[in-house]
């Protein structure tokens, strides 16, 4: 008999990974002794340190109550595709009906419906790096071939041209984000338009993530849709998640060319065969709000930014690039000469502070780590300090070293 590998699992889900495993230790390190009752301030992952309020609970038990709670029709009910088709509308200006969208679970789920969607077996597919940890294993679960576009901290974490269309050449789909997790770059104007130069010259899909859109610290938040024919080339990623606290709910959408949206309905039957009803009425109800609630949401991190500015001014160990929006802080800790993953284990160690290390977000980000804003501004000023007081302890060792 062959010794063929028949019943091992597939090569897509034994090379899912992708990132480099050692960054994530910290991280596992950090859930353990949490487990074990350590106090630890956890500052690893975006989850919102609020529930969901509870108005929407309230709608969520109603819609159930009411008996929403059987199958429902798979690209989402058609009050919440409009609610979202109005609400990309009034903050892009390009015309959006709900024949543009369909309800996900999640961003993620919009994220992997619009790659199993675009991409053939072997399809190079490009991410912006550093990138949001699921995006390579998204890729390669498509069936795509990740390729990573260097984002470096000289260019403010942003894409450069050059290298744009150095790994345009022969791709299928590129995915970025704006506000971007884990940098708090905001891509202004000029580099969404050389994104969408690249993507037409190289006739690319692009698949702009969004899901940050609600937590703007600086400048303007553009959807790249919004940019000259590139409604008909573009996927955009949405959430309830960041923006209305409701992240455990799983749902979100993606929006883009109705003729595509449309043909998404038999893709979306074999993955979720549609997203809980009470949810998704839970889901308007929390977006008939409006911004009053977005900001009411994304205002305890604007406060945390700005306490995370000034306890951080004048501290030269660490070096923060101000993020421009999303709720995370990337931290320079070069000057120490450790790497992120090895900064970020002893300040676990040392402090108890958990924090993930720039290296899990890919090499561009490497000798920094990332912050999670979620904790109230005592304690993260708090925690800052420590770190900046850490930091300059590691680095006056390293001079005393040199
Ligand atoms: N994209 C980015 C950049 C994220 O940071 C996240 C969540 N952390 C997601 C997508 C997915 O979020 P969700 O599935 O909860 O909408």
């Known amino acids: 008999m062959k010794s063929g590998n028949h019943m091992q699992l597939s090569e897509r889900v034994r090379h899912m990974s992708g990132a480099d495993a050692g960054a994530w230790i910290p991280y596992y390190r950090a859930r353990e002794m949490i487990e074990a009752g350590e106090t630890v301030t956890d500052l690893t992952i975006g989850d919102h340190d609020i529930s969901t309020s509870s108005d929407i609970l309230e709608q969520m038990h109603r819609s159930a109550m009411g008996g929403k709670t059987g199958y429902t029709v798979i690209p989402g009910i058609r009050s919440l595709r409009d609610a979202v088709a109005e609400r990309i509308q009034s903050r892009t200006g390009v015309p959006t009906t709900y024949q543009n969208v369909v309800i996900t679970s999640g961003g993620q789920g919009a994220l992997i419906a619009a790659h199993l969607a675009l991409l053939d077996a072997g399809d190079r597919a490009v991410y912006g790096e550093p990138y949001y940890p699921t995006y390579p294993g998204t890729i390669s679960a498509a069936g795509g071939t990740p390729v990573a576009l260097p984002m470096r901290p000289e260019n403010g974490f942003r894409p450069h041209a050059d290298d744009l269309d150095r790994v345009a050449e022969g791709t299928k789909t590129i995915l970025f984000n704006s506000p971007n997790n884990p940098t708090g770059a905001v891509y202004p104007l000029s580099t969404l ?178 912050i999670a804003m979620t904790t109230g501004e005592t304690s993260l000023a708090d925690a800052l300090d420590r770190i900046a007081g850490f930091a300059e302890a590691l680095a006056a060792q390293k001079n005393e070293r040199d």
Request: hydrophobic fraction near 45%; glycine fraction near 8%.
């Open 193 to 370: 338009k050389d994104i969408a130069r690249t993507a037409a010259k190289h006739r690319l899909w692009v698949i702009s993530d969004e899901v940050y859109d609600t937590q703007l610290w600086q400048g303007e938040h553009i959807s790249i849709r919004s940019l000259p024919d590139m409604a008909e080339r573009t996927f955009v990623i949405g959430s309830m998640s960041k923006g209305y606290a409701m992240t455990g709910s799983r749902v979100g959408w993606l929006a883009g060319p109705a003729a595509r949206i449309s043909a998404l309905e038999e893709l979306l039957t074999v993955v979720n065969f549609g997203i809980p009803e009470f949810i998704q009425e839970a889901a308007l109800y929390a977006l008939n709000q409006g911004s009053a609630l977005e900001r009411r949401i994304a205002e305890p991190y604007r406060l945390r930014r700005q306490a995370a500015l000034d306890v951080l001014a004048g501290r030269n160990a660490v070096r923060l690039l101000p993020p421009d929006g999303a709720m995370y802080l990337m931290l320079d800790i070069r000057s120490t000469g450790l790497s992120g993953t090895d900064f970020s284990t002893r300040l676990l160690d040392r402090e108890q502070i958990a924090v993930m290390p720039g290296e899990s977000f890919g090499r561009s980000a490497a000798g920094h780590i990332r």
